[in-house]
């Protein structure tokens, strides 16, 4: 299995909204990711957790707070958030962080998030 | 900080046509390079990861080459079809865990 799945696959929201993203994989993968990608833009990096604890926060802003419940499980928690935050939000994991096959990342489907 | 090019920006062939993409780099510290494809408004597909160690991969239709001391890498697709018509982006890990992404060629194939 080496599929990353996420859902909703959809999601409108308003500014006052409280809303979760989620995303799961069952490869053994101990490194997951948040990225952001606006149209004909490439993916940003927002965050990484290796080992169910975050290494990397690109400096996201606080109304995206994002969470490990386990090893298998990562989730996006939204909250107040703005019209310019309308992205596809992609999920990725691998099995570590370092070189060759350790580092390949693996992509959800994504979900279309729509801030109103 | 890593920076990566990829040429041409979007691309249009007719069916069966071999066709090569572009991907360019900055800092050839790299651990490794991926190919990914997506379509629109999809996640992206892992196509084919280059270890640094390694010059090139294969899987079917599909070659890339790494020159690590030039900054370069290409995609080389054989015997296009409609079907391969999607983005193409080339990604270059320089770090644990991080990924820095080319622009993207749009590819189109018409049949």
């Known amino acids: 299995d080496t599929e990353v799945t996420q859902t909703p696959k959809h999601l409108v929201m308003g500014m006052t909204n409280k809303k979760s993203l989620k995303c799961e994989q069952h490869?053994?993968?101990?490194?997951m990711y948040w990225y952001k990608q606006k149209a004909k833009k490439p993916p940003e990096l927002m965050f990484v957790y290796s080992y169910e604890k975050l290494s990397i926060n690109e400096s996201v802003p606080s109304r995206f707070s994002p969470e490990c419940p386990n090893s298998s499980l990562l989730n996006l928690h939204l909250h107040a958030l703005q019209p310019e935050d309308s992205a596809l939000y992609l999920c990725?994991?691998?099995?570590?962080?370092?070189?060759?096959?350790?580092?390949?990342?693996?992509f959800g489907p994504g979900t279309r998030l729509t801030v109103l | 900080k890593q920076e990566v090019t990829q040429i041409p920006a979007a691309l249009s062939v007719p069916e069966g046509e071999n066709l090569v993409l572009n991907c360019s780099f900055t800092d050839s510290a790299i651990y490794n390079l991926q190919w990914f494809r997506q379509d629109p408004g999809k996640g992206l597909t892992s196509l084919l990861l280059i270890q640094s160690s390694q010059r090139e991969q294969t899987s079917g239709r599909l070659n890339a080459s790494l020159d690590k001391s030039s900054g370069r890498s290409t995609l080389y697709i054989a015997a296009s079809q409609p079907g391969d018509s999607a983005t193409y982006l080339c990604a270059v890990s320089s770090g644990y865990s991080t990924l820095t992404f080319g622009k993207g060629t749009m590819l189109l194939v018409s049949p």
């Open positions: 490869m053994g993968h101990r490194a």
């Open positions: 990725a994991s691998s099995r570590g962080g370092g070189r060759g096959r350790e580092g390949e990342q693996f």
